[in-house]
């Protein structure tokens, strides 16, 4: 005989399978999630394939702050910016003749080197060496002064008429006046830039790769510095343009127009 059907079997045994499969669905929704999840963050962290975006103020921030490095290269050496500041400090002997002075700043960086001149000209009239300056022809001298090298070339050393080395000037005869400090563009430093390749300047400024940059003083080619050529016709370029001062070593100054070209 046929053994009846148990329907209260039957049903623990369809609720025990939907059971299962609810929690198989629940497994399946998780897992998804998870790995959606997954995925978002690579996109957010890697940006695989995505062209970062710079704007043009970064850009431009970064060109300006390094032209205004006045620092060198820990490395090689090499000037990171094309600005300088040159100094000026005043003189005053009681005589003409030749003197011979004591000078205390010597060791000091700002007096890096100097360059002893009359006011209102360019011509040497002294000379530093050591703890000594000396000079002639003149009651007042403008020492010009820097932390950097620059060309200028000062007079040999001068002597007393019959030829004989002059004693040291005694305080009370001589007296060194108030610095002043001029600051400016260098033309020695755009060439260094320049020397130094657009690649590599891009890697020392940390301009990103994928832009390009390009620096005009005065609109001359010589004082070009970044990208070489004219920028490209099909992309959008952008400028900044300001007014300074070109500052020579012999302290005079010209205006110049600067232009960052950033793209």
């Given at each position: 005989?046929?053994?009846?059907?148990?329907?209260?079997?039957?049903?623990?045994?369809?609720?025990?399978?939907?059971?299962?499969?609810?929690?198989?669905?629940?497994?399946?929704?998780?897992?998804?999630?998870?790995?959606?999840?997954?995925?978002?963050?690579?996109?957010?962290?890697?940006?695989?394939?995505?062209?970062?975006?710079?704007?043009?103020?970064?850009?431009?921030?970064?060109?300006?702050?390094?032209?205004?490095?006045?620092?060198?290269?820990?490395?090689?050496?090499?000037?990171?910016?094309?600005?300088?500041?040159?100094?000026?400090?005043?003189?005053?002997?009681?005589?003409?003749?030749?003197?011979?002075?004591?000078?205390?700043?010597?060791?000091?960086?700002?007096?890096?080197?100097?360059?002893?001149?009359?006011?209102?000209?360019?011509?040497?009239?002294?000379?530093?060496?050591?703890?000594?300056?000396?000079?002639?022809?003149?009651?007042?001298?403008?020492?010009?002064?820097?932390?950097?090298?620059?060309?200028?070339?000062?007079?040999?050393?001068?002597?007393?008429?019959?030829?004989?080395?002059?004693?040291?000037?005694?305080?009370?005869?001589?007296?060194?006046?108030?610095?002043?400090?001029?600051?400016?563009?260098?033309?020695?430093?755009?060439?260094?830039?320049?020397?130094?390749?657009?690649?590599?300047?891009?890697?020392?400024?940390?301009?990103?790769?994928?832009?390009?940059?390009?620096?005009?003083?005065?609109?001359?080619?010589?004082?070009?510095?970044?990208?070489?050529?004219?920028?490209?016709?099909?992309?959008?370029?952008?400028?900044?343009?300001?007014?300074?001062?070109?500052?020579?070593?012999?302290?005079?100054?010209?205006?110049?127009?600067v232009t960052i070209m950033v793209w």
């Open positions: 005989m046929a053994i009846p059907p148990n329907y209260k079997w039957l049903g623990i045994l369809a609720k025990y399978v939907m059971m299962n499969k609810k929690g198989d669905h629940i497994d399946w929704i998780i897992s998804i999630g998870i790995f959606l999840v997954f995925l978002m963050t690579i996109f957010v962290i890697l940006k695989p394939g995505i062209i970062p975006e710079y704007k043009n103020d970064l850009l431009f921030s970064i060109v300006e702050e390094n032209l205004k490095n006045e620092g060198r290269d820990l490395i090689t050496n090499d000037y990171l910016g094309i600005y300088w500041t040159l100094y000026k400090t005043p003189l005053f002997v009681n005589t003409e003749e030749c003197v011979k002075i004591d000078f205390p700043f010597s060791g000091n960086e700002k007096f890096n080197k100097v360059y002893v001149k009359k006011p209102d000209t360019i011509s040497p009239a002294g000379s530093v060496s050591g703890n000594l300056l000396r000079a002639s022809e003149s009651k007042k001298y403008d020492l010009l002064h820097s932390k950097e090298s620059f060309s200028l070339v000062s007079t040999q050393p001068c002597t007393k008429p019959d030829g004989s080395d002059p004693d040291i000037l005694d305080e009370g005869d001589y007296t060194y006046g108030t610095t002043e400090s001029f600051n400016g563009i260098s033309l020695t430093k755009i060439n260094n830039l320049r020397s130094q390749g657009y690649t590599n300047l891009k890697t020392k400024w940390n301009y990103p790769a994928i832009k390009e940059f390009k620096i005009n003083v005065g609109n001359t080619p010589t004082d070009v510095v970044g990208f070489s050529g004219d920028p490209p016709i099909d992309v959008p370029v952008y400028t900044k343009s300001w007014s300074d001062w070109v500052l020579y070593e012999d302290g005079s100054r010209m205006s110049k127009t």
